[in-house]
Each structure stands twice: as structure tokens, then as C-alpha cells.
């Protein structure tokens, strides 16, 4: 019974003995009666609270069982972000006595979330539950409320780890095919679209390959659960190491896989760049079928290009599915361009990248020599070393035909090696016999000036031939210094220190050859034929090289001029101050074996003006 009524209780009970004193019988009677109710009042009031407390005791332990049963996290913390509660699956989890909770923005972060989010009154999202010291994070719902009134906050959460489980399988199965580890047709059409939202003046047009096994399908309708061929998983592995050059690797459908090349890999040259990719992957797929025992499957590839093939994803796929059927159409092992235009321009190309891959090893290389002469002494005072492709089927070819394909594969570098080499021979022997006359000049290509050992190179090839590099000129054309470079004052220190003659090739032609001739340390120039090509008709052209020729008076270099091809042209640069002139007004370039007769003919010349 509650302490208002007891103390109702012990006021009421002096009633009847004070009745009683005073004799009134009524009156005791009455204050008996009225006792008596309250006694009666006050028991039924005191089952009731004892019933409601049981009731009361009675929810309250549902209620804990309820918590302690939960399999979700619930914990009750003061204002200080203190655990007064936690029930059996958040304490499970946690160490004993954790303070703060160890529950955090990502599975990475060392920041605690809790007490960022208490400044809101309530909040939800996704956290990380530190489970001890040196394991795992759970990734966990959180929901966090704080109670104005008592200050305590009311935290839930629940494990959502096999639910991230299987949203990483989906995401996996939505990015990637689950039978070649590539990209899935979904995903390559937004790919394709990012591409063509990417293309820009520069780089306007990108490129998709469709590579397609023929029978497969019916290998896998023979299979067992339709499985996917080895040869197929074999060859998307293999294509995979296009993703590193920013190519993008997909599977089109069940029997042919994709390939976007990107923008900056179709800048130049895209119908050779893309036929040579092709066959280097016709190849692997062949290579593949014959691994597995499957020569009867046959691959074809069909190239489509943005934006001469389509202008969307569809259109684009469209294109190659159709290239791939011409393919089809031609043979075994093919592939076709969409468009015919690229179709016709690669293989000529490609046909001479193979002959010249073999000229090398053919002995088919010569080096033929152009004199030049200083038109103050009238006399040889060097050569040009100019390399001769003797073709079997297309004759003795020029640089200019072949030089960009030397670029293109990496084989200048050899080439210009096999020029110097000869060169040394030559001169060895020219000067046994006696007909050596001043330097040889040489072009050198930047893929070769930029390898670490072509100083080396260089100085090995000299201690072998047991010549000094006095005897040689190196032309370097402007490309070599558009990019800043620390190793390009060493090398050139290094060539110097050698003995060697730098020359700065096509002088005049680029952006930045004054700049060259103020950093670098050069010995002449040599002015682009550009400006000596029909100068005697144009005062303009005139005037420019009149005027490259004093700086280069002025910066203490020789001048060289070659093209010429007329007398006029020769006079007009003689009066200008070019003493070194090239070109086919005086000989043609030559094999080494008509040189003597040359130097012979210079002979008689002077013999007749002294005589």
C-alpha cells in the first residue's frame, strides 16, 4: 500500500477510541463503520497496484527478452556518447567496455561517426562496426535517436554484410560476364557512348572491333549445360592486355567478343594501326583454336570507326556485325573494314612493313653518298650519307618512301645503326685509297638520338673501325628538342667530347629553331629546302634566308644549304654568304663506287682553271 495510505490510515484509527471517551455509542459505530470502509478501500486499491506492478514487471521482462533476443544491435547511450546498454548481439561483437563505439564512416577510415551524427536528432545510413582491435569492420544500418528529455540516445543497427555480399555479386555480374572475366554487352554500350561524347577536334573518331568464332554455337548446343569453349576464354585472357593502352575489352554475345579502341590510339594512321591490331588478333585466335584441338573453328574480325560508320552504339555494332560477314564471305581467318575506303588504303602499306622487316636481314641496305661542295674553293668538302632500299620487286627506293614505316615499327633505330656502320667501312677504305674528303653527315632520328646507348653505340662502332669522330657530321632535326629533356645537354656534351659535328637538320621549317640554336650547343645548320625551292622567284623567300643566314653569322655557325638545284639558286646563296651547298645541280647522291670518278672529274676541272 502507497505511504498516503498509511498515513490516511493512522489519522482515521484515533476516531473510534475518541468516540468511545466521549460515550457516544452512535458516533463510535459510525467511526467503526467508516474505518472499516477504508480498510476495505484501501486493500482492494493495494491488489490492484500489485497487479498493475506485476503486469508492469511482467512487460518489462518481455521487453528484455525481447532486446535480448533481437539479432539486431541496440545499445542506449548518455550524453557523452556512453554505453549504458548494449544487448547480447551488440556486446557479442564488440570488446568489453568499448568506449567510444568503434563505429565508423567506411571500411577504411580512422574517423568515428558517432560523435559527428549526435549533433542531429536523428539520423540513418550505413556505418562499419569495428568487431576488435586488429579484425575485420561489419558494415552495418544504423539508426541513431537522441531523446531530448533525458539526453540518452537510442541506437540500432543491423549486420548488412550478406547483403553487400550479394549486391557485389550483382554489380559483378551487371560489369563483368561471368564466363570470360570481360566486360558485359550493357556495359559496352555505355562505354561506346562515353566514347563518342569524348571525341573532340583532336581526336575525332575511335574504333570497334567485333571478333567472332563461326561454330560456336553449336559446339556449345552439343555441351554439357551449354558450356562456353576454352578457345573463347583463351582468347578474351589474351585480348585483356589491349585494357592497359586504354582499349576496352567486352563480350558482344555468346559467340563473339568486342573490342573500342579508343580516340588516341586511332590519331594517326588508323587504317594501318587497325589492320596491323587486327591481324595481330586473327593471329591469337588461331593460335587459340589450335591450342584446344578446335582447327575447324575459323574467326573473323569487322571494324567499324565513329563517326563514318554511326553515329550510336547500335549503329557503330551494327556496322562491324555486317564488316564481319564480308569477312566471312572472303575465307578463312579474315577481317574487313565497314567502310571500303580504309579497306583499300592498309594493305599496300602493311605489304611493304613486311618486305622491310625482312630487308635488313636480306642484305638489301646500301648507302649512297652526296657530295658537297664549298663554292669559294669549288671542291668536295663532305658527304651526305643517304640510305638506298634495293627492293627485289619495286627497285632502289628513297627514305622517303620507307622512313615513316621505319618509324612507325621502331626499326630506324637499327637502321640508322647500319648506316653508321657503313659509313665507317666506306671511309676506312676512302682513306687507305687516299680519295677521303671532310665529313660524313648523317641523319639521326629521335627514337634513336633518346636511346640510353646511343652515345655508346656510337663510341664502340669508332674503336672498331679505329676512327676519330672528327670525321663525322650529325644532322639532328628539331623534333629531338621539342620536349624538354635533362639528357639532351648531356648527350650532346657527351658527342662533343667525342669529336663529333652537330648540325640542325631543316632549319627554319619548325616553331622553335631559334630557341634550339640559343640552348643547345650546335656547330651549324642546315636551312630547310622549303626556302631554297624557287627562291630565285620569290624576294620573299629570298629575304627570310638572306636573313637566317647573317644569325647564323652573327651565332658563329656554318651554314649549309642543299636542294639546289639550278645556277641561279647556287649564285643567289653564294652572294648571301652560304660558302656549303648541296644538291643535284652539282651530283646526284651516289654509290660508293662512282665516287672516285667524281673527285677525278673535280681534278681535271682545276687542273684546266690552273692551266
Given amino acids: 500500500m502507497p505511504l498516503s495510505g498509511w498515513l490516511l490510515l493512522s489519522a482515521v484509527l484515533p476516531l473510534p477510541a475518541a468516540t468511545a471517551l466521549s460515550g457516544d455509542t452512535h458516533a463510535m459505530l459510525l467511526a467503526l463503520t467508516v474505518l472499516l470502509l477504508l480498510v476495505i478501500v484501501l486493500s482492494l486499491y493495494n491488489r490492484k497496484l500489485l497487479h498493475n506492478n506485476k503486469a508492469a514487471d511482467s512487460e518489462q521482462q518481455v521487453l528484455k527478452n525481447l532486446l535480448d533476443q533481437s539479432a539486431e544491435f541496440i545499445a542506449v547511450l548518455d550524453s557523452n556518447l556512453k554505453p549504458t546498454y548494449l544487448n547480447p548481439a551488440f556486446s557479442s561483437v564488440i570488446p568489453a567496455q568499448q568506449y567510444p563505439l568503434a563505429v565508423f564512416k567506411d571500411e577504411e577510415s580512422d574517423v568515428l561517426l558517432l560523435s559527428e551524427i549526435a549533433r542531429q536528432p536523428d539520423w540513418q545510413g550505413e556505418a562499419w562496426l569495428q568487431l576488435t582491435q586488429n579484425e575485420r569492420r561489419m558494415p552495418i544500418a544504423l539508426t541513431m535517436t537522441h531523446h531530448q528529455d533525458s539526453g540518452s ?20 555480374d551487371y560489369i563483368y560476364d561471368t564466363d570470360t572475366g570481360l566486360f558485359t554487352p550493357l556495359l559496352l ?14 581526336q575525332p573518331q575511335f574504333a570497334i572491333f567485333l571478333i567472332k568464332y563461326n561454330q560456336v554455337l553449336s559446339y556449345m548446343a552439343a555441351a554439357p549445360q551449354g558450356k562456353v569453349p576454352d578457345v573463347i576464354r583463351s582468347l578474351s585472357a589474351q585480348l585483356k592486355q589491349y585494357s592497359s593502352k586504354g582499349a576496352v575489352v567486352a563480350r558482344y554475345n555468346t559467340d563473339t567478343l568486342a573490342i573500342l579502341i579508343p580516340a588516341h590510339l586511332c590519331s594517326t594512321q588508323i587504317e594501318v594501326n587497325l ?10 585466335a588461331d593460335q587459340a583454336a589450335q591450342e584446344f584441338k578446335q582447327s575447324a573453328l575459323q574467326s573473323y574480325i569487322g571494324i567499324s570507326i565513329y563517326p563514318l560508320d554511326g553515329a550510336t552504339p547500335a549503329m557503330l555494332l551494327s556496322s562491324a556485325s555486317t564488316a564481319i560477314c564480308n569477312a566471312a564471305r572472303l575465307g578463312r581467318s579474315n577481317m574487313q573494314f565497314a567502310n571500303s575506303r580504309y579497306q583499300l588504303k592498309a594493305p599496300e602499306y602493311l605489304t611493304l612493313e613486311a618486305e622491310l622487316l625482312k630487308a635488313q636481314d636480306n642484305d ?12 669559294g674553293s669549288n671542291r668536295v668538302v663532305g658527304y651526305e650519307a643517304l640510305l638506298r632500299w634495293h627492293n627485289p620487286k619495286r627497285g632502289i627506293l628513297a627514305p622517303q618512301y620507307f622512313l615513316n614505316i621505319a618509324d612507325d615499327t621502331g626499326q630506324v633505330v637499327a637502321l640508322d645503326k647500319l648506316v653508321f656502320r657503313k659509313c665507317c667501312q666506306q671511309l676506312n677504305h676512302w682513306q687507305q685509297t687516299g680519295i677521303s674528303r671532310g665529313r660524313i653527315s648523317m641523319n639521326i632520328s629521335t627514337l634513336s638520338f633518346r636511346q640510353q646507348d646511343f652515345v655508346s653505340t656510337l663510341q664502340q662502332q669508332l674503336e672498331e673501325s ?19 629533356d635533362s639528357t639532351i645537354n648531356t648527350t650532346l656534351q657527351q658527342l662533343i667530347t667525342l669529336g663529333f659535328h652537330l648540325t640542325l637538320d631543316n632549319f627554319g621549317q619548325g616553331v622553335s629553331s631559334l630557341s634550339v640554336l ?10 630547310a629546302q622549303s626556302f631554297i625551292r624557287d627562291m630565285e622567284h620569290n624576294e620573299q623567300q629570298r629575304n627570310i634566308t638572306a636573313s637566317l643566314i647573317r644569325l647564323a653569322s652573327y651565332l658563329q655557325i656554318d651554314v649549309i644549304a642543299t636542294g639546289i638545284e639550278n645556277e641561279m639558286q647556287a649564285y643567289l646563296l653564294h652572294v648571301m654568304g652560304c660558302d656549303i651547298l648541296q644538291g643535284h645541280l652539282f651530283s646526284k647522291a651516289l654509290p660508293a663506287s662512282e665516287v672516285p670518278a667524281l673527285l677525278a672529274r673535280e681534278n681535271r676541272l682545276l687542273r684546266k682553271e690552273v692551266s
Fill in 153 to 172: 540516445y537510442l541506437l540500432t543497427g543491423r549486420d548488412i554484410s550478406s547483403c553487400k555480399r550479394k549486391q557485389t555479386e550483382q554489380d559483378a
Fill in 189 to 202: 554500350n555505355q562505354f561506346i557512348q562515353t566514347a563518342i561524347h569524348s571525341t573532340t577536334a583532336r
Fill in 275 to 284: 589492320n596491323r591490331l587486327a591481324q595481330k588478333i586473327l593471329l591469337a
Fill in 364 to 375: 638489301e641496305f646500301d648507302v649512297y653518298y652526296q657530295p658537297r661542295l664549298s663554292i
Fill in 466 to 484: 679505329q676512327l676519330t669522330a672528327e670525321l663525322f657530321e650529325l644532322e639532328l632535326h628539331e623534333d629531338i628538342f621539342l620536349q624538354p
Fill in 518 to 527: 640559343r640552348e643547345y650547343p650546335l656547330h651549324s645548320l642546315k636551312i
